[in-house]
């Protein structure tokens, strides 16, 4: 079954390192100054002209309240009036971009991400979506993948009404933790009630999948503990799950600096947690679909997986990756053709440039043939746990083994190590591997080394 996993301690410990959750290869870390607006506008053309489906993520930055382990793009404020300002610069982007594309590409995903976008009043979320439908071909018929990221604290049943009303019907839900002791230890305090209101309330909609995400490995967890939560959760029966491992680094992320080191699990702990939640989903039905994401059999990822169609973008796994992916709002990043590009970090630069009337494009990076084609082997891996040889090697005009001679004793020491099967028509990564797939990925990395490995979480 595609969706086996094999526990291997020995394993885990010998290849548990740390590097990117290629979201894109090449990852972020590589994108640098040399692009800017007219990169992305020049790209927007050629999507237009080829006429691709569009992806749009649109960043919502602002939290009413800090959760320490949080290391996402944030601004925290309980003034509602901060929102005002940025959505009329976010909305001036949606002119400027909108302008280069084809009237006619669709829409064919969306998603509001953060931050909280439930921040925003029902006016201004209103508002928003008047104004990307006025500017994009989004769906009408609900056929589309409109998702939108929720934080159970700052939704009730008339913002799930609204947000239904408005086209969304997918929602994913920030749990982490139910536990008490721990959402105090990370300043979010969350109630299995208000949760479970949130996923009656999508239910009763007819919004079509819900994901909540777990997050292993914070501030007094226990095995036990995290083992109630984990029950609680497949309680509710959600469409996904995500069990995502808390990577502690408070010199890159100053909210975690709040956090305190000693109460952090062992690592010995962490790795209970972890085999006890997917013995815990397995049992109530769950596919693990790779990289921490765990689907229901019916799911759309454990069909696109299934039938080979399954990709991964800044998203996540996706069943869009041939669209062409526009972010929106601060630090949003895009991913057009072979163009990767990101906005400005700062909220007060995107929203200045903004102003101007200029796009807060500030870096990325075009991707050469050498990164295409090792894009495409790490997809393959990291989607569908195979790789066809002769597959890379007719789209590439390449010799496989040849090209990665470098690496390839590696590979022949994970074969022998059990982590994959290794032969002259490909690589499959076996039941033992596949929690490790993110290791057999880092071999194909070109970029990847020492220094810039510190930047990422571990795999495990």
């Known amino acids: 079954m595609l969706d086996a996993i094999q526990w291997d301690t020995s394993l885990i410990r010998r290849y548990d390192q740390a590097g990117p959750?290629?979201?894109?290869?090449?990852?972020?870390?590589?994108?640098?100054?040399?692009?800017?607006?007219?990169?992305?506008?020049?790209?927007?053309?050629?999507?237009?002209?080829?006429?691709?489906?569009?992806s749009l993520y649109v960043h919502v930055p602002f939290c009413a309240h800090i959760c320490y382990y949080c290391a996402c793009n944030k601004v925290i404020t309980k003034d509602r009036g901060r929102a005002l300002p940025y959505l009329e610069k976010l909305q001036r982007e949606?002119?400027?971009?909108?302008?280069?594309?084809?009237?006619?590409?669709?829409?064919?995903?969306?998603?509001?991400?953060?931050?909280?976008?439930?921040?925003?009043?029902?006016?201004?979320?209103?508002?928003?979506?008047?104004?990307?439908?006025?500017?994009?071909?989004l769906l009408d018929d609900d056929s589309g993948d409109y998702s939108i990221e929720i934080d159970p604290r700052e939704a009730d049943w008339s913002t799930m009404g609204l947000l239904r009303e408005l086209g969304f019907n997918r929602v994913s839900l920030g749990v982490q933790d139910l536990d008490p002791a721990v959402q105090r230890a990370v300043n979010r305090l969350q109630t299995l009630e208000e949760t479970r209101a949130i996923v009656e309330a999508a239910r009763t909609l007819q919004f079509r999948s819900v994901n909540i995400d777990?997050?292993?490995?914070?501030?007094?967890?226990?095995?036990e503990r995290f083992a109630r939560t984990v029950a609680e959760v497949i309680a509710l029966q959600p469409d996904r799950l995500s069990l995502f491992n808390y990577a502690h680094l408070p010199e890159r992320f100053m909210p975690q600096r709040r956090i305190n080191t000693s109460d952090l699990p062992s690592p010995g702990d962490k790795l209970a947690m972890l085999q006890a939640s997917i013995e815990q989903l397995a049992a109530a039905g769950y596919r693990y679909i790779g990289m921490d994401h765990f689907a229901l059999p019916d799911d759309e990822l454990a069909s696109a997986q299934e039938d080979g169609s399954l990709q991964r973008n800044f998203q996540g796994y996706t069943t869009h990756g041939h669209c062409d992916l526009i972010g929106l709002g601060v630090s949003a990043i895009s991913q057009i053709g072979d163009l990767y590009c990101q906005n400005s970090a700062d909220i007060n630069l995107y929203q200045q440039s903004l102003g101007d009337g200029q796009l807060a494009t500030l870096r990325g990076l075009h991707c050469n043939a050498d990164d295409r084609l090792r894009r495409a082997v790490i997809q393959q891996l990291i989607c569908h746990f195979r790789l066809s040889f002769n597959e890379i090697e007719q789209a590439y005009a390449i010799d496989f083994r040849s090209y990665f001679a470098e690496i390839w004793p590696q590979l022949q020491q994970m074969a022998q190590d059990g982590l994959i099967q290794l032969d002259a028509q490909g690589i499959e990564v076996r039941p033992a591997g596949r929690l490790l797939v993110r290791s057999l990925c880092m071999l194909f990395d070109h970029y990847l080394n020492e220094q810039s490995r510190q930047r990422f979480s571990r795999v495990i």
């Open 94 to 137: 949606v002119e400027i971009v909108s302008r280069h594309l084809d009237r006619n590409q669709v829409v064919e995903q969306l998603h509001f991400g953060g931050g909280t976008p439930t921040f925003l009043s029902h006016d201004e979320l209103r508002g928003l979506m008047s104004h990307l439908r006025q500017h994009f071909n």
């Open 214 to 223: 777990l997050i292993y490995g914070l501030p007094l967890q226990t095995p």
């Open 21 to 54: 959750r290629y979201t894109s290869y090449p990852t972020a870390v590589q994108f640098h100054d040399g692009i800017g607006q007219f990169d992305l506008l020049h790209a927007l053309r050629d999507s237009a002209k080829e006429k691709r489906p569009l």
